[in-house]
Structure formats: C-alpha cells, structure tokens
C-alpha cells in the first residue's frame, strides 16, 4: 500500500520560507513522478510542482515559478518543496503525490495516483 507522509508545514510571515518534505513507501513501481499540490481555504486543490523520477524534469506552476524549488532522494524516497519568498495567498494545505505513468506535465494539472494526507502552511501578512 503506497503511503505518502508530508511534514514542515507551519506558520510562517510573509517573505519568508519553508521547507516541506514528503516521505513516500509502499511503491513498486521502478520509477515515479512525484509532484506537490496545494488547497487553498475555499478552493479548489491546484498543482504546485513535479519531478521526474531521474530529477532531470521539474515543472512548476506559474503562480510558485521562482519561488518554489522541488528535489527528491530516491535512496530515501524523500521528496522536498523548498518555498521562498511565502506571500499570505500561499496559505494552504500542501499534499505530496506521485504518479506512476511516463513524465507528461500536461497531465499533472488534473491529478496524480496516490495522495498523501496533507501538511497546513499559513503565512501571515
């Protein structure tokens, strides 16, 4: 059973920076894209960043691009989201996901196979 654990969620002011990290087991695949989502109160969940199972491809959404930096241990099968620069509308809970299919950032809007349960970022104004 995969399961995905986020954690370094917090509160946080404006124009600083988190670091949060995902610890994923239970996968069998031989290689995964692993990606951060983000639902903001009152909103729909939206996509933030992937990574390729190499590290080689990263895809950020507009509104994070320069902000966010995604990078994974597959030794460890840890993943990180490391966010500068949190501005108030950041404030959301952050999930860690993965995705078992072929690199294709096209699909990543509309979701990913396996979820973990979340952590909360709040960043005061």
């Known amino acids: 059973q995969v399961q995905l654990v986020e954690s370094g969620g917090g509160l946080v002011q404006a124009g600083g920076s988190l670091r949060l990290s995902c610890a994923a087991s239970?996968?069998?695949?031989?290689?995964?894209?692993m990606g951060w989502f983000r639902q903001a109160p009152g909103k729909e969940r939206e996509f933030v960043a992937a990574?390729?199972?190499?590290?080689?491809?990263?895809y950020y959404a507009d509104s994070v691009k320069g902000r966010v930096t995604i990078s994974r241990d597959n030794a460890e099968n840890t993943m990180s989201l490391q966010i500068n620069n949190l501005k108030p509308e950041d404030t959301a809970v952050y999930y860690c996901?993965?995705?078992?299919?072929?690199?294709?950032?096209?699909?990543?809007?509309?979701?990913?196979?396996?979820w973990g349960k979340g952590t909360l970022v709040t960043v005061s104004s």
């Open positions: 990574i390729s199972w190499s590290g080689a491809y990263t």
């Open positions: 996901a993965v995705d078992s299919k072929a690199w294709n950032p096209a699909q990543y809007h509309y979701g990913m196979d396996y």
């Open positions: 239970g996968l069998t695949s031989s290689s995964y894209t």
